[in-house]
């Protein structure tokens, strides 16, 4: 049997390699070049939380809150414009679960949602998720009192998507994570 003290240090490097693992990267694009890295993971009940890392060395930090399809969609244009996003596929919120389906078939009734990109790496200037989607909402503040409004929308398989941020000031970037 170890000592208290070396058991004490692995509890601790397998909590440690535990938070680490549950982080996920998101990086940021402004139409100018602009490229800002941050990270994310999910919290509870739906919830996450989000950190972004400016180039002036501010760290902004929100709690991602999760949201109804129809509101997302309707704040989102309504901060970015209309037609700044497209969606396919069923709204299934008003009829219950939208992941159910029968015994041996699969689900065909997956939201597909389209957003731009202004990554000039990305082979398109449109970025595409699918799945069952979750549509999260943020409000970012960083150390140097800089705010920022931030919109994801993610796949619950992958836990990959798009989204958008605006800060204060009125600089919009894309969001890819």
Same mark, same amino acid.
């Given at each position: 049997?170890?000592?208290?003290? =070396?058991? =004490?240090g692995?509890?601790l490097?397998?909590?440690?390699? #535990?938070?680490? =693992? ?8 402004? $139409?100018?070049? !602009?490229?800002? /890295?941050? $990270?994310?993971?999910?919290?509870? !009940?739906? =919830?996450?939380l989000i ?7 501010e760290?902004?930090?929100?709690? #991602?809150?999760?949201?109804? $399809? $129809?509101?997302? &969609?309707e704040?989102?244009? !309504?901060?970015?414009?209309?037609? @700044?996003i ?5 709204? *299934?919120?008003?009829?219950? /679960?939208?992941?159910?389906?029968p015994l041996?078939? %699969? /689900?065909?009734? #997956? ?5 731009? %990109? ?5 082979e398109?200037s ?12 943020? /409000? ?8 920022m409004?931030?919109? *994801?929308?993610?796949s @619950?398989?992958?836990?990959?998507? #798009? ?13 890819? &994570?």
């Open positions: 049997m170890g000592t208290p003290r =070396s058991n =004490s692995v509890v490097l397998l909590i440690t390699l #535990l938070l680490c =693992s549950c982080v996920h990267r998101l990086t940021l694009h402004s $139409r100018d070049g !602009e490229k800002l /890295n941050g $990270r994310w993971r999910f919290g509870r !009940e739906g =919830s996450g950190q972004v890392f400016a180039g002036d060395g760290v902004l930090i929100g709690a #991602l809150d999760a949201v109804a $399809r $129809r509101s997302f &969609f704040r989102y244009q !309504e901060t970015f414009g209309r037609g @700044s497209a969606a396919d596929g069923p709204d *299934l919120s008003a009829y219950g /679960n939208g992941l159910w389906s041996g078939s %699969s /689900n065909a009734l #997956l939201d597909m949602v389209y957003g731009e %990109s202004f990554n000039p790496a990305a398109q449109r970025s595409v998720v699918s799945g069952p989607l979750f549509y999260w909402t943020a /409000n970012l503040q960083g150390d140097k009192r800089t705010h409004q931030c919109f *994801l929308i993610g @619950s398989h992958s836990a990959r998507g #798009l989204g958008r941020c605006k800060s204060a000031a009125g600089k919009e970037y894309t969001v890819e &994570f």
